[in-house]
Structure formats: C-alpha cells, structure tokens
Nanobody, 126 residues
Framework: QVQLVESGGGLVQAGGSLRLSCAAS????????MGWFRQAPGKERAFVAA????????YYADSVKGRFTISRDNAKNTMYLQMNSLKPEDTAVYYC???????????????????WGQGTQVTVSS
C-alpha cells in the first residue's frame, strides 16, 4: 500500500503560479503510476495530469495543457504539479492519485486509481 499526502495549495490571483507536491510513503514509489485530479464545487472529480513510472511519459487534460507540468522525483518519493497562468476556473480541491497496477497503466480515469490523497485546496481569485 501507499499513503499520499498533498501540500502546496492556497489562494493565488489569476495569472499566478502554485506548485503542488504529493509525498508518498513506502519503498516502491517508482512502481506506481501517478496522477492529479481535481474537484470543483458541485462538479465531479476530473482528470488533470498523469505520469508514468519513470516520468518519461506525461498526459494532460486539454484545459491545463501548456499551463501545468507534472513531474516526479522517485528518489524523494514525491510527485509535483507546477501550475502557471492560473485561472479562476482552476479553483478546486486537487487530489493526488496512484495506481499499483503492474501493467503501468496511466491514470486518466477514476477507475484506474487505487489510492487517493486527502486533497489540497487551490483557489484562484479574479
């Protein structure tokens, strides 16, 4: 099993930047594909970005492509989400997600997630 703890959320003005971190417990972090999802008030949880075991492959929702960057440091058991050019519509609770599927499936849907973090609030003011 793996435990996930997000940090780095907060309040920022439109156009600003934030960097989220997801710290994972355990010694096999590199065998989990990872991802970020977000849930805005009154909306379903939605895919934001995903990354492969090694970090060599990344995937993004169209709404964040070109503004957000997902990365991971397997030596530090940590995943990151650099968010630039933030917009009010990016306001949501952001969740870290992990999959321990041995096929290395990329997490782009809720169904592929085995573990969730507790979430961190990101609020973008206009």
């Amino acid at each position: 099993q793996v435990q996930l703890v997000e940090s780095g959320g907060g309040l920022v003005q439109a156009g600003g930047s934030l960097r989220l971190s997801c710290a994972a417990s355990g010694r096999t972090f590199s065998r989990y594909t990872m991802g970020w999802f977000r849930q805005a008030p009154g909306k379903e949880r939605a895919f934001v970005a995903a990354i492969s075991w090694s970090g060599g492959a990344t995937y993004y929702a169209d709404s964040v492509k070109g503004r957000f960057t997902i990365s991971r440091d397997n030596a530090k058991n940590t995943m990151y989400l650099q968010m630039n050019s933030l917009k009010p519509e990016d306001t949501a609770v952001y969740y870290c997600a992990a999959s321990g599927n041995p096929t290395g499936i990329i997490i782009t849907t809720l169904a592929n997630v085995d573990y969730w973090g507790q979430g961190t609030q990101v609020t973008v003011s206009s």
